[in-house]
């Protein structure tokens, strides 16, 4: 009954939804196309002046206590003039600055500043001196020759990062950290700026399509699990040694006496 | 015997079964061996099993081996490799890791073989060890079977040498480093070192002939010492019968469990299909020397965490501990006492390990026979001296992953490699004075057990207002597993012959001295008897309050 009334009323009866979905629709859109230009505005002018303010402001917040309100350095940090984008978007971006204790090694956290604002500090820093620029996108996307980049990474990185990016011990407590899951760009300004203990490996040593290759191979080791089953850490022989001796020969001792139990 | 009965009754309506036992047996009198073998005794302890483990697995690794032959190539001519795996494409190696990887990636099952056949190594050598250690703490190496613990030691040796060869065989990175470091090791032996580097590599390392010759020494010479070693090894297990842990009824001259048609052959033959289900479970879900991470070799690269396979980083370990600076310049020669010092201290833990029951029985002057094995407890200074030798090894072997234990436990390398070297020399002191402690409090116990039976936890009060804990006297067959053993004294210093008293009784009588001054004798019935009547007072009392 009363569903042939309404059947019969000038509007449909899921006129009020498909209205209140039209508002959201258009509210929502409006808003997503108002923020993300505003985004776009901070983000993509390395030079404006707008973003310098910005990082200069975060920067004279967060960092100047060790490294001198104007990245001049003090006694508890060293200058930053001069080190580049590429230095603060390593430091910052994966968490190392501002750094979480003395120690060392500065340890990676999570990051503490968004994006934008990472950026915002990394071009600030980089208008007080020319440095390493953060990577296009193609250097770090790891569209390279795989193979030659395993090579490269063998004979230059293996020795301390172990050859499947395991990572590896330095002296005095240092460490060479594992590359499982770090990103391309991250990768590519480790290599040109050599954070913590790491060396600098420069266009001349390993020039920026070998970087590339480099990237390509540890995004194909990332990406692609082995093959032969679970890698216990890719730790080598010590991973293996203990996985037989604990449960490989653990599991047949319990079978032993499991067989030799007498029966009840 | 059935097929005696049928015979003699009704020969024509004989079983399949029967008839064929029959024409196998006129043909090869297999009925007195299997009359023989099938009785045989096997006593019953999972210990015992060890040794199967061991054997089991080698089967595993020669069959899976077998398979690999067909494949690998053992040469180390370059090509430019061009199979499956993309990281890999277009890279120049020899014709060993090309055709290893082809294994890995493009032969149907190759990757599972490899890895049942590395696991199974790994799991053979550890098997070894641990029965090794059986041996030791039961005593089961005493006479008869001093020579069968030197053909076990052997087996040991040569399986660390199999695993060892194996593991340089495909001529990628890891195992080009670890034939760096063997190469090290024969060059910093003085006068001989470089000649015969040479004659190994066939020329200045790594040369093109290692690779080949190692092969060779893999799949030939070294398997067939091992299954020949094997044969007697089994052999003699059959030949003094198997040890066993004393119990009632059980005598040296005897041997108690099941026997081995149909229990024991059924038990092990089950048991053996299991250590191949695991193997195969672990192959099939764990990588184990992932090649093709590694890369070819290459003389310049060295990955961080290079390591040998687990039996060879004590070894690694000992190189790893000397500190700094050990070597210096003499007659114009470099003496390496970084690389000797090492050598030298496993050469000597090596000559200790396989000469110990020799050593023993001297010491004791013992030339009786045992066949009942020991509870380690019960030889407090030999299971104190094996505590000693486990923490020696166990130091170095720790001192292998120097590097790993660094990183993964957030240490400085310094930090550890310094208290490895105190755990080296200060540790197996230490774990000898607290095992044997230990020793000598559980036999305490015993002792105490025995005598005045367990705590029940039943309190009684007695008409006078005392309380007492009512103790449960041990039921015979306990009794005897805790009151059989032997007690040793210390020698005495006699003169001989002669009237003379020689300085090599003078060191047997010290260490004997050392064996077995502090010993804890077991109960006798004397003991038992005074004990038991003084009990049955307490007893008669707390059954009338």
Redesign the interface.
Known sequence: MNRSKRRTGRRHPLATAALLALGLVFTGGAYAALSSGSVAQAEAEPTSQQTIEEGKKLFQANCSTCHGLEAQGSDDGPSLIGVGAASVDFQVGTGRMPMQMQGPQAQVKPPQFTDEQVKQLAYYVASLGPGPDIPADHLVNGGGDAANGAELFRINCAMCHNVAGAGGALTEGKFAPPLTDVSGVHIYEAMVTGPQNMPVFNDLNISPEDKRDIITYLKYVQDNRSPGGFELGSLGPVAEGLFIWIFGLGAIVAITVWITAKSN | MSTATTRSTAPEKRSFTAAASEYVNDRTGIAVAIKGLGRKAFP???????GE?ALFSFIVVLVSGTFLTFFFQASMAEVHYDGSY??????EMSVAMASTLDI??DIRGG?FVR?MHH?AA??FV??IG?HMLRVFFTGAFRKPREINWVFGFLLFILAMAEGFTGYSLPDD??SGNGLRIIDGMVKGIPLIGTWTSFLLFGGEFPGTAIVGRLYTLHILLLPALVVALIAVHVGYVFIHKHTQFAGPGRQPTNSVGPPVLPIYAA?AG??MF??WG??AL?A???????I????PY?P???????????YI?FADGALRLIPPGWEFVWLERTWSFNILVPLIAIGIFLVLVVSYPFIEAWIKGDRREHHIADRPRNAPTRTAIGAAGVTFYAGLWAA?????L??HF??????VINALQATVILGPIIAYFITKRVCIALQKKDREIVLHGYESGRIVKLPGGEFIEVHQPLDEYDRWRLVSFESYEPLMLRPNARGKITAGQRLRASLSRWFFEDRIAPVTRGELEAAHSGHHAAEVDTTHS
Not at chain 2, 284 to 290: A, E, G, K, Q, V
Not at chain 2, 292 to 295: F, I, P, S
Not at chain 2, 302 to 310: E, I, L, M, Y
């Open positions: 019953d302890h999972w210990s015992f099993l060890l483990v993309v990281p890999l494409k277009g890279v890995s990636f990757l890895q696991w790994l799991l550890a098997a641990l990175l890891l038990k089950g048991f299991i250590i695991v193997i672990i099939s879900l764990f990588t184990i020397n992932p093709w991470n590694y890369g290459d310049s690269p060295v990955s961080a965490g290079t390591q040998p396979d687990w980083g292998a992953s120097s590097d790993l660094a990183t957030s240490l400085t390398m310094e930090g």
